[in-house]
């Protein structure tokens, strides 16, 4: 079934122009607004994020983050067909010398961002914009034809993907190499992970320490990459360095200012984070791992 649709559904649409997209992704929005895909999770955590505001502001932003996830669809979509040239004109770097001066430095690199803006066009348009090799660790898809298309797509302009449970050894085999190992930090951790606990956006989080870890195990510069969306199915991305010396930080620094960041960015434009996961599931009574 997972091959027809997509050979009969997803891939056409891919074809299509960007206006007929939009088009769509304005369609899906009308029905969203009726039928919200995960619409009591997106409420629950829009509540606890933002218990000052009006329900009326809450809901103006549920309604501006269903307007941008509907064209996150169709942008996703657009990748199976999409150039190279395409894609970086529509999702560009804009201080790629950042890379050049670290490679000035045989300094390889530690990326962290979250689930914010189009994480799947920072995927597929990023390695040919910087230095390094960039690498990304993931969760493989289980139904195998999904994830081979998927892997295929976001892999296709020159990202090494790391299924996270391969990630050591991942590093192991680059560590001769100059790369930039990207860590989505924003998605809730199992129990049985190392987690770091703070406040996020109002609320006792768990965080995954495996930015710092790594980080610190390898000596490797930590990058915060912040996206902006200046008009419709355009991206920007800016790179700043978090900490050059990983290695003389406190046990939790690191952490704790990278999910600053992502919450500084959260607060000001809240439409582009991806509510409809429930990041605050675990719990301080649910594990047993201090701060």
């Not at 941008?68 to 010398?97: A, M, Q, W, Y």
């Not at 960015?265 to 594990?287: D, G, M, N």
């Amino acid at each position: 079934m997972s091959r027809i649709i997509f050979y009969l559904l997803i891939k056409p649409l891919s074809l299509f122009p960007f206006s007929a997209l939009y088009l769509l992704s304005d369609l899906l929005y009308l029905i969203m607004r009726f039928v919200p895909y995960r619409g009591s999770v997106v409420k629950t955590n829009l509540d606890k994020a933002f218990p000052h505001k009006s329900p009326q502001e809450r809901k103006r932003i549920q309604s501006k983050f269903y307007q941008h996830f509907c064209d996150l669809i169709v942008e996703s979509i657009k990748l199976f067909s999409i150039s190279e040239k395409e894609i970086i004109s529509r999702f560009t770097v804009t201080n790629p010398e950042l890379f050049q001066e670290l490679a000035n430095s045989n300094k390889s690199v530690i990326l962290v961002g979250g689930h914010y803006q189009n994480w799947e066009y920072f995927a597929v348009a990023t390695d040919p914009q910087i230095h390094h090799k960039l690498l990304g660790i993931y969760t493989p898809i289980t139904n195998d034809f999904m994830e081979y298309v998927f892997s295929k797509s976001r892999s296709q302009f020159g990202l090494v993907l790391v299924p996270k449970k391969q990630t050591r050894e991942y590093f192991e085999a680059y560590k001769d190499q100059l790369t930039v190992t990207t860590f989505a930090v924003d998605q809730c951790p199992r129990k049985r992970q190392k987690v770091y606990w703070t406040d996020f956006l109002g609320q006792e989080t768990a965080v995954h320490f495996g930015a710092e870890r790594y980080a610190k195990d390898y000596d490797y510069v930590v990058v915060y990459g912040s996206a902006t969306k200046p008009k419709r199915g355009h991206y920007e991305l800016t790179f700043d360095i978090l900490e050059s010396i990983p290695t003389q930080t406190p046990d939790g620094s690191i952490t704790e200012r990278h999910t600053k960041k992502l919450e500084q960015q959260i607060l000001a434009a809240p439409e582009y984070w991806l509510w409809t996961h429930k990041r605050w599931k675990l719990t301080k009574e649910s594990v047993s791992t201090p701060k």
